[in-house]
């Protein structure tokens, strides 16, 4: 083989080389640019689930919350891969069981009220309230839980602590929530029913100078019901029940 023959040989190489390294640097950035997407829906599903998720459970807001079980790893590992593939669906999917979820927990709740309170299960879960009726004389504050006199304080009279002690007009405390009882207790289908864990709907009127309030336990019947009123009457230390 002469030198101009291995020289040409060398040359040939030296392309075909050149060729193969910045041949596969190219496919190498192509697939660097195909695979960008990919991995920005990757990173970015989670935060696009979690707007959607937001925006679908908007409705129903259910305690049992699609938040909830999208960050549960064994409720999302029982989920279907086809569903998983579509962000959207699987927003709906997951809201959907939600909502399911609390419907069932809702009616094992209400079968348990039922179950301990008879007819008088809509009244036995609700948020403690408390209202007030006043006149020149008496402070009187009712709380809904029970329907009852959570406690009363006489404005002319004070403690003599307060009275000895405080240069403010403190009105003396006949007695509170935490050291009194008012309560019912009566038969209903051979249930036991105690007032005292009922909680009523009240709405205050005044009329002819007097302050009213109304405390309502409700039924599964809107016929029935068990109604207390408080009247209290101008310059009066009574209260009328």
Excluded: C, W
């Excluded at 998720?53 to 909830?68: C, D, N």
């Excluded at 006043?134 to 839980?145: D, P, S």
């Excluded at 209903?188 to 005044?206: E, H, M, P, Q, R």
């Amino acid at each position: 083989m002469d030198k101009n023959t291995l020289t040409g040989l060398m040359l040939i190489g030296a392309i075909l080389l050149g060729f193969s390294y910045f041949n596969t640097k190219e496919i190498e950035k192509q697939q660097e640019v195909e695979l960008a997407p990919q991995e920005v829906t990757k990173d970015s599903s989670q935060t696009q689930l979690e707007e959607i998720m937001k925006h679908e459970s908007v409705a129903s807001k259910p305690s049992i919350t699609s938040k909830s079980l999208m960050n549960s790893p064994e409720f999302m590992l029982s989920v279907p891969e086809t569903i998983k593939e579509d962000t959207i669906r699987l927003a709906k999917y997951i809201d959907s069981v939600a909502t399911i979820k609390q419907l069932v927990a809702e009616e094992a709740q209400k079968n348990k009220l039922e179950g301990e309170f008879g007819i008088f299960y809509p009244s036995a879960n609700a948020t403690q309230e408390y209202f007030t009726l006043e006149n020149e004389k008496i402070i009187v504050t009712l709380t809904n839980k029970g329907g009852r006199i959570a406690n009363v304080k006489l404005k002319k009279y004070q403690s003599y602590n307060d009275y000895m002690h405080s240069e403010d007009s403190i009105p003396i405390q006949l007695f509170d929530e935490q050291t009194s009882n008012q309560s019912l207790q009566f038969s209903n289908n051979g249930k036991i029913i105690d007032t005292k864990n009922l909680y009523f709907k009240g709405s205050t009127n005044s009329d002819n100078n007097q302050q009213t309030l109304t405390f309502v336990a409700s039924t599964n019947d809107a016929n029935k019901y068990l109604e207390y009123t408080y009247t209290i009457k101008p310059n009066s230390y009574n209260v009328d029940f």
